[in-house]
């Protein structure tokens, strides 16, 4: 029987000029399962992520010397990392903010003050995809606002979801592949944390097949909770 290879949590860097952000920020992802790695400006994140390599990087769009949407820009010309996915932190919320971010390959936009369940939900989903999506290819990230509720959906291009999973998928310690030689670590724990949080929060969470391959998961939270 070959042994399994240990877990290696995945690795998100932080770009932020502000160290109470930066400690916020690592406390949430930490507590969600993540290693993290903190950079205090433009210049010292891009740094920061030749040495590391992170999965995933939360980039701050207000920083002296070397803004957001400059570190952002710099980092898509990385070739090997055109699909990064960078998630931008900033309390403007107008249009043209927004728009540049997308411009320069932001992959997400998150305003600030931070709703810290929310983060770690959208962090947690998106790495998931990640991990069972093959290199190179496309994760999309999309939002939907009503006057009560808003939704986040992530769409990968992983193998979807099998039949005999589905109906254990968001259950404690549920793996899709739990041999000795899986080829994906984890601890089965992700979903359910996803799963009890947003339920704790009066959402819900779900997940569909695609026909043309891939999964999307999609999770809603009302605007306003019941008191």
Known sequence: MTQSEPYQRP?????????LSRKMLSQVLEQSGYQVIEAESGQTGLAQFKTHSPDLVL??????????Y???????????????PILMLTGLNDVESVNHAFRVGAT??????????????RVNLLTNAIKFSPEQSTINISLQSTDTQMSVFIEDQ???????F???????FAQGD?????????????LYICKQIIEGMHGSIDYSNQAEGGAVFFFSLPKKQPQ
Do not use: H
């Open 11 to 19: 690795v998100v860097l932080i770009i932020d000029d502000e160290k």
């Open 158 to 164: 992983g193998p979807g979801i099998t039949d005999g």
């Open 59 to 68: 980039l701050d769009l207000m920083m002296p010397d070397m803004d957001g």
């Open 166 to 172: 589905r109906q254990r998928i968001f259950q404690k």
């Open 108 to 121: 997400d936009f998150i305003t600030k003050p931070i709703n810290w369940p929310l983060l770690g939900e």
């Open 70 to 84: 400059a570190v952002c820009e710099a980092l898509r010309k990385l070739q090997c990392y055109q699909s990064l």
């Open 178 to 190: 739990s041999s000795d030689t899986r080829k994906y670590g984890g601890t089965g724990l992700g």
